[in-house]
């Protein structure tokens, strides 16, 4: 028999628990209204399509970062690479195996998934800063191998004339079409950190991040969890690159650099780890800040920099540290003034 | 024989400068637990600034070295209070982002400031060759190697000698102990950001007028340094240096019988392999 | 059910276990006592999992475990608190319960993420447990306080209500009633006798009448060697015990 306090604690983790779903819901459910509305706006206008496109696949490149970093707390500044190797995974095997678009997608995603496995294994029992480090080791290792294996990977000329899919006999070119597709993509993407963040594995990698000894010693998995993360990760970083590929048509090494990678990890940081929404924004800015920056362009990287420090120093956590997007994680903490858990969800 | 000498010579000469541009770099790192990915960036301000003084007051090169690397010896302790000193105690991932930014304040800093365009430091060793039997020695290569020594020697005897020296050590063994032992954590810091800041200067300095200035000339050069770093042993000079002439001589005789252009994959490879099988480097304090 | 035999650690040249061999049976209360350094806390981690013994070998339920990783035993059924409390800090105490009640589901991950119809109701299950769970260790009215603000008594108490919901057989308590006073020391006892019916117990402690009053046997460490093994009053009385203890650290509730 409950006493009535236990019984008003019921209540309020009940309550907040639906009130969390249903915010979660909302946010979501408003961000994939902007998405889809967003070609209705500015459809006949090729440039301003491109730029949307290319915001999303920043947004899908920073939310596959998100369950790396967020969600399983491994940093990782070698998501351009995996990016990189879905790209050309898809260009290569819809050329040689005939496969089109589907196959190579295919074929990307189960590509950087493996190579993330085997890469991670050794790597991801490394600690603090030495992670870091080694991911960034394997970024530059992995784009110098693009660059230079050129019988395989045709060099810095790059990767030409990659096909554009075809869905139901029609043929997808960038444009409004594409933009949709991107979207559907993105759309999966975080529904999937979504529901890992409402259920079983959600919590285990927050009790990861929380303490790691005590996790152990509950039974999870901690290390096969990391790694399944983190491949997991590459593989939704490689998917996306696969869809980069056919949409610009051709690809060549240089764009997966390290920029590319800490560019991303920025945004995660920006948008406040394992925020979904937070991150989305936070991806949203990055991308189209500097396209209405051109005034200032000529001090874009210097400005960019300052930014990144004054992230640092007085934005730790992020757009999800502010009041109206931090949430809590499951059945809710109670928030104290000021701080809060860093939300799973918007 | 001789090619597999010549290459060795060389890899020898270009040793001391991968030493003397990653021991700043281990420095930070093994003193104040600070991944700086603005490293790159002293090394190529260094040799941007030398060129201002030759250029503009007509200072000489061994004067303009040593004034480099005071003036950027003295904005690298300015860092410490600005910036770092507030991430202190919060992880490796905001400084990793804080240097990272700092980076691209400096690199873009230094185009703004310098542009862009290619321009070259003047050393009256460019061009002058040493040639020992059928070896040919670079000169501005064989004074890198000799003032990398020297540079390295000084900062030895710095560190073991003197009071500052002393609480460097001890702030890089343990930052509690250290303050409750009386080190003024904040100068100290300071200072290892001086001394970093000068000596990375001073490699640029040195190695640069062998290649041609370019705001981005920093960036492989940090990277490297940190593959150095890692294999000699994080806070360990020695380590350090040995890496340096390790991964040196490495990186000529790949590049002489190997493909060019494999260096890249090749440090870091052996760095990856390093974190992974012996964490501590060659003789690292441990990770 | 729990087999420790020529159980060995060494931490470079410091002994820590020293050839301890005992066992616990199934359904028994077993109290694990010694000075302070004695090795008792070594003891919870190699048999945990959290540490590798040096030598000798680890039996739980005639499975050899010895060397196998933490997480591993505890999915075998054991489960342990932390003797410095390594609650999830920023977690509601509910949360804390619920995932390690989570990580038993029969459900996998993929199926959880999928929403598939008998993992939600698995899920839902898992809710009642969980209250259940905190009712049994009286901290159902506390289910929403984030744990890190909880007082130190009611922080022990959600250590052993997150061990009980990974539904062990075993459980190592490691000094439950450490800074506690009588009458919540009196409570544990209480839940610990609650637990027997259900669950072996293997406790550290170095509150007596916790241990005269609820082990079924006392295993004596000193320096990390067995020297004592028997029912309470026995050792109580044993000569070595004594001698161990006016050696090294006075219990004054040992002698009295």
Known sequence: MQTTVAQDAKSAIDERARKNTRSSLIAVAVLALVMFAVPVFVGDSPYLMQVAVTTLFFAALAQSLNLSMGFAGVVSFAQAAFYGIGAYTSALVALHFGVGFWGGFIAAILMTFVLAVILGLPTLRLGGPYLAIATIGLQVIIQSVLLRWTSLTKGPAGINNIVAPTLFGMQIRQGVSYYLMVAVWLMVIIVLLYRISRTRLGYELLATREAEGAALAIGVPVSRLRIAIFALSAALAGGTGSLYAHYIGSIDPYVFDLTLSATVLVMVLLGGRASIIGVTIGAAILTLLPEYLQAVSNYRMVLYGAGMVLLTLFFPKGLAGLAILRRSFGRGARKEQGEGVAGVDA | ?287 | MLEVVNLTKHFGGVRALDDVTFSVSSGEVVGLIGPNGAGKTTCFNVIAGALKPTAGTVKFAWTDVTGWSADRISRLGVARTFQNIAMFPELTVWDNVYAAAVTRMKAGYLQCVLGLPWARSEARALESVVWDTLALVGLAEEADTISSQLPYGYQRRLEIARALATRPRLILLDEPVAGMNASETADIMELIRKLRSEHTVLVIEHDMSLVMGVCDRVIVLDNGKKIADGEPDAVQRDERVIQAYLGGDIDAELIA
């Open chain 2, 1 to 287: 024989m001789q090619e597999f000498l010549q290459h060795l010579v060389n890899g020898l000469l270009t040793g001391g400068g991968f030493a003397l541009a990653a021991l700043g770099l281990t420095l930070i790192f093994g003193v104040l637990n600070i991944v700086n990915f603005a490293h790159g960036a002293f090394y190529a301000l260094g040799a941007y600034v030398a060129l201002s003084l030759m250029g503009r007051t007509g200072l000489g090169y061994f004067v303009a070295l040593v004034v480099a690397m005071v003036v950027v010896g003295a904005f690298a302790s300015a860092l410490d209070p600005l910036i770092f000193r507030r991430l202190r105690g919060k992880g490796e991932l905001p400084t990793i982002i804080a240097s990272m930014g700092l980076s691209l304040i400096m690199v873009d800093g230094i185009r703004l400031l310098w542009g862009a365009a290619p321009q070259y430091l003047e050393s009256p060793y460019v061009t002058k060759v040493i040639r020992l039997g059928s070896i040919i020695i670079n000169g501005q290569l064989a004074l890198v190697f000799v003032v990398a020594l020297l540079l390295v020697l000084a900062l030895y005897l710095f560190i073991e000698k003197t009071w500052m020296g002393l609480q460097i050590r001890m702030l890089a063994q343990d930052e509690v102990a250290a303050q409750l032992m009386g080190v003024n954590i904040h100068r100290t810091a300071a200072a290892t950001w001086a001394i970093s800041g000068a000596l990375t200067a001073a490699a640029g300095v040195l190695v640069l007028p062998v290649f041609a200035l370019n705001p981005f000339v920093g960036d492989s050069a940090g990277l490297t340094s940190f593959a150095v770093v890692i294999f000699g042993g994080v806070g360990s000079v020695l380590g350090t240096v040995l890496a340096g002439f390790v991964l040196a001589i490495g990186q000529s005789l790949a590049e002489g019988y190997l493909l060019s252009g494999i260096t890249e994959i090749v440090a870091f490879t052996l760095m990856i392999l390093v974190l992974i099988l012996r964490p501590k480097g060659l003789l690292g304090k441990g990770a």
